[in-house]
């Protein structure tokens, strides 16, 4: 099969086309290069080019004439769409919509979109499942579920076969060190606790150490990066099937606080990790781990990296690799 990735160049991307290619799908990278990289584009041809530009996106679509798209183009700081919600209702929003025209005129085929675990704002249950309100507290979640409903209107509409992945915290890298967590800035928690030891200087911010958890720390379900791209391909074998579209978490169901992360970092490194204690964020759930039984059920996903040691273990190999490159 032929996918066209859109966003290729990224993070999850990246991870996903290498994930694809190495089990047999010809994959092909549209990206603008805004916050992804050309060196990681290393498994199919290249096509630069923006989502919002309807001419240019339905043109790769005519010229490679895929047989399914897998969408990570987007904006992706939680901070910064509060500051600047306009650059994220066009990127998200109108580039997603593009992304459905293009497909409604062009000839629909499967399309797996990120969505992510922000559509369901502060939750109302420990463990979130599909079922749980949707109910973003910030503009990016607010763009992630506008995405959603666009989706199931098009495919209700003009029979868009679709799938919509909710991931929760993305983490760890690609073993063999070819491609990692690649973010400027990096807001993640992962790589900012390593890029603390590599950099003593520039400790690792904590921001709240008062909240309801077992520590006081914030509780986030982290999911390797090739726990979520084997799970676009799954989602891909889905649509072939002709199954009907929907949303489906992915997360590995167990909570790791912020305190746990650093303690597994400075085991896994034996370096300790330089780190202070700040103010809460607004706006930050003390809990979010998923339910991540519908994706098992469904796409029969397991996720392989469970231990949160062998996530930063790769994290750790890939943050070395970029610091000696
Ligand atoms: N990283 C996480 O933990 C996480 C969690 C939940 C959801 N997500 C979602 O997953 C997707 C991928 O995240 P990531 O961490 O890999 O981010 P990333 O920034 O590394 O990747 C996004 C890619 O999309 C490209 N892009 C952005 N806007 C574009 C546009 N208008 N046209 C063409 N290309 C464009 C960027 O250049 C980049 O290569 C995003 O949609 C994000 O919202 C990520």
């Known amino acids: 099969m032929k996918v066209l990735v859109l966003g290729g160049a990224g993070y999850i991307g990246s991870h996903t086309c290498k994930?694809?290619?190495?089990?047999?799908?010809?994959?092909?990278?549209?990206?603008?290069?805004?916050?992804?990289?050309?060196?990681?584009?290393?498994?199919?041809?290249?096509?630069y080019g923006d989502i919002r530009d309807y001419a240019n996106l339905r043109q790769?679509?005519?010229?490679?004439?895929?047989?399914g798209l897998i969408h990570f183009a987007a904006s992706a700081y939680v901070s910064e769409s509060v500051s600047n919600p306009g650059?994220?209702?066009?990127?998200?929003?109108?580039?997603?919509?593009?992304?459905?025209?293009v497909l409604r005129d062009e000839g629909v085929r499967p399309l797996v979109v990120s969505s992510s675990c922000a559509v369901y704002g502060v939750p109302t249950e420990n463990y979130i499942s599909e079922r749980l309100p949707l109910n973003p507290i910030n503009p990016y979640g607010r763009t992630k579920l506008i995405m959603e409903w666009m989706l199931q209107d098009f495919a209700h509409?003009?029979?868009?076969?679709?799938?919509?992945?909710?991931?929760?915290?993305?983490?760890?890298?690609?073993?063999?060190?070819?491609?990692?967590?690649?973010?400027?800035?990096?807001?993640?928690?992962?790589?900012?606790?390593?890029?603390?030891?590599?950099?003593?200087?520039?400790?690792?911010?904590?921001?709240?150490?008062?909240?309801?958890?077992?520590?006081?720390?914030c509780i986030r379900d982290?999911?390797?990066?090739?726990?979520?791209?084997?799970?676009?391909?799954l989602a891909l074998e889905y649509l072939y099937s002709?199954?009907?579209?929907?949303?489906?978490?992915l997360g590995t169901g167990q909570g790791k606080s912020i305190l746990d992360i650093i303690a597994t970092a400075e085991a896994v490194t034996a370096k300790k990790v330089p780190h202070k204690f700040c103010p809460r964020r607004p706006c930050d759930p003390s809990q979010l781990v998923a339910s991540a039984e519908l994706a098992t059920k469904i796409l029969n996903w397991i996720p392989e990296y469970t231990s949160i040691d062998k996530?930063?273990?790769?994290?750790?190999q890939w943050a070395c690799h970029k610091s000696h490159n």
Not at 60 to 67: G, L, R
Not at 87 to 101: A, H, I, K, P, T
């Open 242 to 249: 002709q199954k009907p579209g929907l949303a489906v978490n």
């Open 87 to 101: 650059q994220y209702y066009d990127n998200n929003v109108l580039g997603s919509l593009r992304v459905m025209e």
């Open 19 to 47: 994930y694809l290619a190495t089990h047999g799908h010809d994959v092909i990278t549209y990206d603008n290069l805004s916050t992804g990289h050309l060196e990681f584009v290393k498994w199919g041809p290249f096509v």
């Open 157 to 217: 509409a003009h029979q868009i076969p679709w799938m919509a992945l909710r991931y929760f915290n993305a983490a760890g890298a690609d073993p063999e060190c070819e491609i990692g967590e690649w973010h400027t800035p990096e807001t993640h928690l992962i790589p900012n606790v390593l890029n603390a030891i590599l950099n003593p200087a520039s400790p690792v911010n904590i921001f709240g150490d008062d909240y309801p958890t077992s520590d006081g720390t």
């Open 222 to 233: 982290y999911i390797h990066v090739l726990d979520l791209a084997k799970a676009h391909f």
């Open 60 to 67: 790769a679509v005519h010229k490679y004439n895929p047989d």
């Open 311 to 316: 996530i930063i273990t790769t994290a750790w």
